[in-house]
């Protein structure tokens, strides 16, 4: 009885939609079941994004040694909608040489784009949206159209500061893309298949109650820690946020937004950082699958937003913690560092592949990842040697 | 190694985090409308008209010479003088500011009013609660609201107050030490020659 409750809690979701579906004439049912599924993901996402910045704000508050907000409702969990509010009733200011049409669709198409992520995440057991063969390079091609909204924003927003910003974000994005892609084709690898739903499949087996998960790999471990790199760079959060770097330049492609639009930008970001987690944790932490066998009686949704509620957090500690990249080392640090360590990364994978099963290729492929980790931190963090200061003029 | 200065400075903001929630004193926050931080003497936010004694009106220093009304750099002192006198602290007969406003959206906090003010009259207060939801009358402070007592003086700037009271005390001493010393002079002139008048003496504050 426990086992078929849990079952159902588990299909809860499914199991709703269904039984609203049928009550649909049936030429209506598939329209019916898509904006079903549209407004939930639009609905829960959209929560998650306010849980979020309420526990940002909090969080980074506390790193501070600062309350955060604590006026609007008890302990201040009223305060997202005060934000909310604040940000529909502002004046919607566009610049007057600004081309506006673009400039009106920018936060559009950032919204749009980063929404059609979710389409092909595993949320649950049996509940991605679209369960497509695919998956994996529909949402990064998704993700790669963020791009193409940054820099619409800061191109038609004819602003230095919005145009720098634009600059830096596709300088940024296009370079940790690459290392991005190569962390998952890692997975891709390891189960064969570009679908996401297969990958959090192959993860949701035990061994001894502990979960298959690609992180316990040492190749995966090590293509974790660089996709989650790639991930931060990608959604512009400290320490990779020079996109926007307001100590700089204002607020980088978004200066010339206001009220709504902003709004959308903002919310664009965030729900780019919580879809990112769960591609994240589909590609590496199992998706929605129980860290221990045991807890298999918790539904599969609630782990799935446990995971990138956990992956935000970290996300936050990040933030709290680092101080912004310079451009320079942004780039060497993605084209000198990351990206060659996914290479030599996918080697292993191939290596691990060949070389059977045993405790042997755990040694082998742990070693040569911590080697190249060791030796690559060690160049990388060498600092060039200048002379003494010498001033041609000035004597 | 790469990364471990990462691993330190995460160490350091978990335990900011944690200890925050442990102890208090780690918060710097004042919640403001509840709880206060304790004022600061230096401070300055407005000017304050000081009196003397327990009645605001008699007790008022200002002798309206308008100085402070010349030398505000945004003009926001109005004073109208009055036309009858009464005596100041050392007993002298003074003309009285019979309307003395200031504006709180003009005024810069500047206190220049105070550095030129020769009578110790007029102060810097500390109140900062200054907001109104009336922005024409609420904002403009008439004498009465402005009047504060030396007292009150004490309260907010002790160390400043101190001393100006001490040269008060200083300056009605001299007075009263002259007046005397003219009095005793007049009574010894008078005691030689009863005919001859006693010379008037007095300070030449009434500054015009």
């Known amino acids: 009885m426990t086992s078929s409750f849990a079952e159902n809690l588990d299909q809860i979701f499914v199991l709703l939609k269904h039984w609203i579906v049928a009550l649909v004439p049936v030429p209506l049912q598939p329209l019916v079941g898509a904006v079903l599924s549209v407004a939930a993901i639009i609905v829960v996402f959209a929560t998650l994004f306010a849980i979020a910045v309420l526990m940002e704000r909090k969080g980074l508050g506390r790193m501070q040694n600062r309350y955060g907000p604590n006026r609007v409702g008890p302990l201040g969990i009223l305060q997202p909608a005060a934000d909310g509010i604040k940000a529909l009733i502002k004046e919607d200011v566009v610049p007057y040489n600004a081309d506006h049409v673009v400039h009106f669709l920018a936060p559009i198409v950032l919204v749009v784009v980063v929404f059609m992520g979710y389409a092909v995440l595993p949320i649950g057991r049996n509940m991605t949206f679209v369960p497509m063969d695919a998956g994996l390079l529909f949402y990064f091609a998704m993700g790669a159209s963020a791009e193409l909204s940054v820099f619409m924003a800061g191109w038609s927003s004819r602003n230095k500061y919005s145009m720098l910003g634009a600059m830096r974000a596709i300088a940024q994005m296009i370079s940790y893309e690459i290392p991005l892609l190569m962390t998952s084709v890692i997975v891709v690898m390891m189960t064969g298949s570009l679908s996401l739903d297969k990958i959090a499949e192959v993860q949701n087996q035990y061994t ?128 000198k560092f990351v990206l060659p360590m996914t290479l030599l990364d996918l080697m292993v994978a191939g290596l691990w592949r060949f070389m059977g099963e045993g405790i042997l290729r755990w040694v082998v492929c742990s070693a040569i990842l911590l080697a190249a980790y060791v030796i690559g931190g060690r160049a990388g963090m060498k600092r060039e040697q200048f002379g003494p200061r010498s001033y041609r003029y000035a004597e | 190694m790469l990364g471990e200065g990462i691993l330190k400075g995460l160490a350091e903001t978990a335990r900011n985090f944690a200890g925050s929630f442990v102890s208090k004193e780690r918060l710097t926050t004042v919640q403001y409308p509840e709880e206060r931080a304790p004022a600061i003497e230096a401070s300055r936010v407005f000017p304050f008209l000081v009196y003397d004694g327990p009645e605001w009106e008699a007790g008022l220093r200002c002798v309206a010479c308008q100085i402070c009304e010349k030398e505000c750099p945004p003009k926001c002192i109005y004073i109208e003088k009055s036309k009858d006198k009464k005596p100041d602290y050392v007993g002298k007969l003074q003309i009285y500011p019979a309307r003395f406003d200031i504006d709180v959206s003009v005024c810069m906090s500047c206190q220049i009013c105070v550095e030129v003010c020769p009578f110790e009259a007029i102060k810097m207060d500390t109140e900062f609660e200054l907001a109104t939801d009336d922005r024409f009358g609420g904002l403009l402070h008439d004498r009465k609201s402005l009047a504060k007592s030396n007292e009150y003086y004490h309260t907010i700037h002790p160390t400043e107050a101190a001393e100006v009271d001490a040269r008060l005390a200083e300056e009605k001493a001299k007075v009263e030490e002259k007046a005397r010393a003219a009095a005793a002079a007049a009574a010894a002139k008078a005691a030689e020659a009863p005919k001859s008048e006693a010379p008037k003496t007095g300070e030449g504050t009434e500054a015009q």
Not at chain 1, 251 to 265: L, N
Not at chain 1, 301 to 313: E, L, S, Y
């Open chain 1, 208 to 335: 001894w109650g502990l979960p298959h998960w690609f992180v316990f790999t040492p190749m995966g471990f090590a293509a974790f820690v660089m996709f989650a790199i790639a991930a931060t760079a990608e959604t512009n959060r400290s320490p990779f946020d020079l996109p926007e770097g307001e100590s700089e330049i204002i607020a980088g492609y978004f200066t010339e937004y206001s009220g709504f639009k902003f709004a959308e930008f903002f919310l664009g970001e965030y729900v780019a950082m919580l879809s990112i987690s769960g591609l994240g944790a589909t590609l590496f932490l199992g998706g929605w699958s129980a860290p221990l066998e045991v807890l298999n009686v918790v539904p599969s949704w609630f782990w799935f937003v446990v995971k990138i509620m956990t992956a935000m957090c970290v996300f936050i500690w990040m933030r709290g913690t680092l101080p912004r990249l310079r451009q320079d080392q942004l780039m060497n640090f993605a084209w």
